[in-house]
């Protein structure tokens, strides 16, 4: 129903920032809420940060809080992961969601965009 698509992945030395932008498509983010998620080889697919509708209160997982920023732009229909001070645990493929609620659990996210690579290596 709702149209994701994520851009901005790459590669990136350690120390390095990186924005990752999610495009939707329609004026939804009065509606939706916003996540961010992240998935390694091998590890459970993490919530990494989330923009509520409507006041667009952000939260941010414990091992990204502090170096990440998550932001919107109603008028682009876009919601951006602003990353600093990016670490090699950081390597994963980068999803943004859409929900209906502000969590960091994608159990409550029902569109999912394709994803983008980060990869964080010297």
């Known amino acids: 129903q709702v149209q994701l698509v994520e851009s901005g992945g790459g590669l990136v030395q350690p120390g390095g920032s990186l924005r990752l932008s999610c495009a939707a498509s329609g004026s939804i983010l009065d509606y939706f809420t916003i996540g961010w998620f992240r998935q390694a080889p091998g590890k459970e697919r993490e919530g990494v940060s989330c923009i509520n509708r409507g006041d667009g209160s952000t939260y941010y997982a414990d091992s990204v809080k502090g170096r990440f920023t998550i932001s919107r732009d109603n008028a682009k229909n876009t919601v951006y992961l602003h990353m600093n001070s990016l670490k090699p645990e950081d390597t994963a493929v980068y999803y943004c969601?859409?929900?209906?609620?502000?969590?960091?659990?994608?159990?409550?996210?029902?569109?999912w965009g394709q994803g983008t690579q980060v990869t964080v290596s010297s």
């Open positions: 969601a859409a929900g209906f609620i502000a969590s960091l659990d994608g159990a409550y996210f029902s569109s």
